[in-house]
């Protein structure tokens, strides 16, 4: 079973890459974040950049390029694959962001299935024999009118992997998504299809691939909430108390790191958050609402390892802040 951690914008970044790799929990690949492909910006965002350049923890990254314009594209993914640590280059046919949608990116490529279907196929041309996924939704709207066409762009363009976010654009996150088409992809496209969307057990990944018979998952939202389910996919045990308190107070740590010389204290509780907001759910109404509002990181601390009932460790004293915002 492939396993790949799914993109998300701020928050399966560098650190939290590094802190799956110090916990020993790993997906076969991780998937950046989008990178915006326009035709008058060809700078690739820095942050982004990083998670490729800096990733030195031996597992793959797919670099994501979201756009509509096939010859920014083209230049961008050339780019791209031109930077050693990019494994494979990865399209966006799924972000639902109003800003992308307007521009015709991410799942507005599915209101316009020409353009999907011209650029899939330019991708696939340019870009080397194993090294070309898309990662798409059921359709813009309404799966059952949409899916089928999408999936005949998708055999035509044969790309070496695609990722299915079973919902439409329209659900946005809400709603159940439906695996039904991911086994109707499943078994009609010669690449393998990995399944996306609300897998965030041991049990639901089950469940998913004995429904859908997809060669393995993406797992997002899930992963941040407990990173052990990618060891506990391969057959290891769930994650121990302890356990989910190292992974608080690693994430702190890497996310320090990451910020390096641009740290503040305040942005560095700002960049946590991003992260916990998937977390929440494994606090207390108490907890969560101080962590919302905590602006300093030994509080910060002081909560996340408050279930170890002992005194926290001290922050590393190398981490120190700058002044500015
Ligand atoms: C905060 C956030 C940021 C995301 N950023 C991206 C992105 O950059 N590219 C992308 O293809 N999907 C992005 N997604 C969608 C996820 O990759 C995934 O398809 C979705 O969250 C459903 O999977 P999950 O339930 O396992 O999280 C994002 C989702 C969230 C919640």
């Known amino acids: ?26 997906p076969d690949a991780f998937v950046t974040a989008y990178f915006r492909s326009t035709p008058t910006t060809c700078a690739l965002a820095e942050h982004n950049l990083r998670c490729i350049d800096e990733n030195e923890t031996g597992i793959p990254v797919l670099a994501q390029l979201a756009g509509s314009d096939a ?36 799942a507005g490529l599915l209101r316009e299935l020409p353009r999907l279907a011209a650029i899939a196929q330019e991708l696939r041309r340019a870009i080397p024999p194993g090294k070309f996924s898309i990662k798409c ?17 998708l055999a035509a363009a044969a790309p070496d ?54 060669a393995g998952l993406m797992l997002g939202r899930g992963a941040v909430r407990n990173p052990y389910l990618f060891r506990q996919l391969r057959g290891g045990p769930p994650p121990t108390a302890e356990e989910m308190r190292q992974y608080y107070s690693i994430l702190v740590e890497e996310t320090g790191r990451v910020l390096l010389h641009k740290r503040t204290e305040k942005g560095h509780c700002n960049r946590m958050k991003k992260y916990l907001a998937f977390c929440y ?6 907890e969560e609402f101080r962590l919302r509002r905590c602006t300093d990181i030994p509080e910060m601390l002081r ?17 120190n802040y700058c002044s500015g915002n």
């Open 71 to 106: 010859p920014a594209l083209l230049r961008d993914a050339a780019m791209l694959l031109g930077r050693p640590g990019v494994a494979g280059i990865n399209l966006n046919a799924g972000c639902p962001s109003p800003l992308v949608n307007r521009h015709g990116a991410g």
């Open 161 to 214: 992997e695609v990722g299915i976010h079973a919902r439409t654009r329209r659900q946005l996150y809400g709603g159940t998504p439906d695996f039904s088409y991911v086994r109707h992809a499943a078994a009609t496209l010669p690449c393998p299809v990995l399944a996306n969307g609300d897998i965030a057990t041991v049990q639901q990944a089950a469940d998913c691939l004995e429904q859908t018979g997809a």
């Open 1 to 26: 079973m492939r396993l790949l951690l799914a993109p998300m914008q701020d928050v399966t970044d560098l650190a939290f890459m590094r802190t799956l790799h110090r916990i020993g929990s790993l």
């Open 137 to 153: 939704r059921l359709g813009w709207e309404n799966a059952s009118a949409e899916f089928p066409a999408i999936l005949e762009i």
């Open 303 to 319: 909560i996340l390892e408050h279930k170890t009932a002992q005194a926290p460790a001290p922050y590393p004293a190398e981490y």
């Open 281 to 286: 759910p494994d606090f207390t109404a108490e």
